[in-house]
């Protein structure tokens, strides 16, 4: 038995074509399969739950962004009894860029298909888990501009979004503590970082390791206005962790704490925390690929 979850929503039209496609692919390869099609915001993290609940190995499959996918590793009650395998099919789909996982379905479906696994790292907050990268600052303030924003789809919504929000920008006051390191300063932003790109393909921290046991805390520092135009093309670029703005630490564990009225964001999700406490969880994540 295979577990299929999608989001009707996510990738717009794309997303119900390619759940009809990768259900016929994998009855053509003998395989029972159960479709979860998700209809409100945590409705996938609840199908997880109960399918590892209920199911001592069970196998699910999910169609969607990051998000979606997201929502499904918080559903886990033990990871031992679940093994994933990721369609990409969303607005951003940076996990399964890290990944090199295919925007293709033919093509993403194939070490599912083949049952290829391995065990890839996540990180554990205080109330949930995130697979990609949380963090605060200017990411987060785009996302904010973006849901308020009507018009537009996808990455060209982003990216108008990401202009208006660079044009305003404010720093945000934070407090950070890694290893030896405490400091407290004014930042464009931070991330917490898995994987390494933000924003449909922006990479933020180039050099994570998705099986390395450690996380990438990224500090870019305040810019003045006119830096931070030409830093956006050096982040485009892949070269942020290079500028002299940007330190980066490697560690097991991160806290992050916003001292303004700025907010959070983790998988992309915004949130009103002020806090961020951080911790690798190493190779529990079992992952078709």
Do not use: W
């Amino acid at each position: 038995m295979i577990h299929v979850i999608f989001n009707p929503t996510s990738g717009q039209r794309k997303t119900k074509k390619t759940a009809a496609f990768v259900k016929s692919e994998l009855e053509a390869a003998g395989f029972s399969v159960e479709m979860h099609p998700t209809m409100r915001k945590d409705h996938c993290t609840e199908i997880v739950r109960e399918i590892t609940d209920r199911e001592e190995s069970a196998r699910v499959v999910v169609i969607g962004g990051d998000g979606t996918f997201s929502e499904a590793i918080n559903g886990v009650s033990d990871f031992d009894k679940v093994t994933f395998g990721l369609i990409p099919c969303g607005t951003g789909n940076d996990f399964a860029r890290k990944l090199g996982i295919s925007g293709k379905a033919k093509e993403a479906i194939r070490p599912i298909l083949e049952g290829k696994e391995q065990k890839l790292d996540y990180i554990e907050l205080e109330n949930k888990r995130c697979l990609n990268v949380c963090g605060l600052g200017m990411d987060v303030d785009v996302l904010v501009k973006y849901a308020s924003m009507r018009h537009f789809r996808g990455k060209i919504k982003y990216y108008l979004a990401l202009f208006d929000t660079l044009i305003h920008f404010k720093p945000h006051r934070v407090r950070y503590k890694v290893g030896d390191v405490e400091k407290e300063q004014d930042v464009f932003m931070v991330a917490v970082a898995n994987g390494s790109f933000i924003g449909g393909g922006m990479p933020i921290s180039p050099e994570s390791d998705v099986r390395d046991g450690m996380l990438d805390l990224v500090v870019i520092d305040a810019l003045k206005r006119g830096k931070i135009f030409p830093t956006l093309l050096k982040f485009l670029g892949g070269k942020i962790h290079l500028q002299p703005c940007t330190h980066v630490f490697k560690a097991t564990e991160a806290e992050v704490e916003i001292l303004d009225e700025g907010k959070i964001q983790i998988d992309g999700e915004v949130r009103s925390e002020p806090k961020l406490s951080a911790k690798i969880v190493r190779n529990k994540l079992r992952l078709y690929l």
